[in-house]
């Protein structure tokens, strides 16, 4: 058997006369298990879609309206509530569409687009996340040189860095790699998106190869950004710590708190998907916990840094008025 790589677009397969026929698509399954739900999860997720669209827009307008939120912290979360649109852009509005069609064709050029994106745009938040982490480090233990050390350019340039580096650097790395694969059978994706480890069972290299580019590709774009951001909040925590009073721990800390719900929020179920072997080879796990970073945590991000926030609050009084 011939075998052609996902960067040719060809898929081959002897037939019963030993005449090769090229296929130049993919099958999404999807939840193909809840056929009879599919209206109600439609329903359901395009819901959740409306409001994770107008939630994070609604952030933007109001830090790129309201001049007491135009600090360092609030111009990174208006960064933030961009990319998570972006982020549940790529892959919901298909979803919903495949969830009312019986055709789940994808192409494999879309195929391909779809992954660089969802690769691009999730390292592009590891990045912005430990950005972020950084930013409330400086705030919390260097206050009288925050506003020397993270100035307008200073902003800038790391929002440019991690859009680059999210682009460049990490998709560009996993494209490589998932081009280099070599498909030899079926084309039907377990999963209701273009993901890494569903084409990966569709392949037949060496997988021994393949994990440690998985693996390294991981370490690449996850460990570093999440390392300053665990090094940041252990120093937060050690400032935090030797403040004698409770209210003024409790104060201090409160700047931070939503930051390190999105990190866990994210970071919990990236690690449960990419880095717990089981979790991955279960397609309704995969799905699951692909579900809450895909749709959940881009919807509970703008409620999350609303709720508590007094000054995010002050400035949606006045946009009302």
């Given at each position: 058997m011939e075998?052609?790589?996902?960067?040719?677009?060809?898929?081959?397969?002897?037939?019963?006369?030993?005449?090769?026929?090229?296929?130049?698509?993919?099958?999404?399954?999807?939840?193909?298990?809840?056929k009879e739900l599919g209206p109600l999860l439609f329903l359901v997720f395009g819901i959740v879609y409306l409001a994770t669209i107008s939630g994070n827009f609604l952030l933007m307008v109001l830090v790129s309206t309201?001049?007491?939120?135009?600090?360092?912290?609030?111009?990174?979360?208006a960064n933030l509530s961009c990319l998570e649109v972006c982020y549940t852009?790529?892959?919901?509005?298909?979803?919903?569409?495949?969830?009312?069609?019986?055709n789940r064709v994808i192409s494999m050029v879309a195929c391909i687009i779809q992954l660089y994106f969802f690769g691009a745009l999730g390292s592009t938040e590891c990045y912005?996340?430990?950005?972020?982490?950084?930013d409330r480090y400086l705030a919390v233990c260097r206050p009288l040189h925050y506003p020397t050390l993270m100035h307008g350019t200073i902003c800038v340039g790391l929002v440019i860095g991690s859009w680059v580096s999210g682009f460049t650097v990490a998709a560009a790395f996993q494209?490589?790699?998932?081009?280099?694969?070599?498909?030899?059978?079926?084309?039907?994706?377990?999963?209701?998106f273009c993901d890494l480890k569903p084409l990966q069972k569709l392949s037949c290299s060496d997988p021994?190869?393949?994990?440690?580019?998985?693996?390294?590709?991981?370490?690449?774009?996850?460990?570093?950004?999440?390392?300053?951001?665990?090094?940041?909040?252990?120093?937060?925590?050690?400032?935090?710590?030797?403040?004698?009073?409770?209210?003024?721990?409790q104060k201090v800390f409160s700047t931070c708190s939503s930051h390190l719900v999105v990190v866990t929020l994210f970071y919990g179920t990236l690690i449960l998907v990419y880095a717990v072997p089981f979790a991955g080879e279960v397609p309704v796990l995969n799905k699951i916990f692909s579900?809450?970073?895909?749709?959940?945590?881009?919807?509970?991000?703008?409620?999350?840094?609303?709720?508590?926030?007094?000054?995010?609050?002050?400035?949606?009084?006045?946009?009302?008025?």
């Open positions: 075998k052609l790589t996902l960067s040719q677009e060809l898929l081959t397969y002897m037939g019963p006369r030993n005449t090769t026929m090229m296929v130049t698509e993919f099958i999404i399954l999807g939840f193909g298990d809840l309201q001049r007491g939120l135009q600090t360092p912290m609030y111009f990174f979360l852009s790529n892959v919901v509005p298909r979803m919903l569409v495949d969830l009312l069609r019986e912005l996340l430990a950005v972020m982490s950084y494209v490589a790699m998932v081009s280099s694969f070599t498909f030899c059978g079926g084309n039907e994706i377990d999963h209701f021994h190869l393949v994990n440690l580019v998985c693996v390294s590709l991981t370490a690449l774009v996850t460990l570093a950004p999440f390392g300053l951001t665990l090094a940041s909040y252990w120093r937060i925590l050690s400032t935090v710590l030797r403040i004698p009073s409770m209210t003024g721990r579900l809450l970073y895909t749709v959940v945590t881009p919807m509970c991000n703008p409620l999350i840094y609303s709720l508590k926030n007094k000054d995010v609050k002050e400035a949606l009084k006045k946009l009302r008025i």
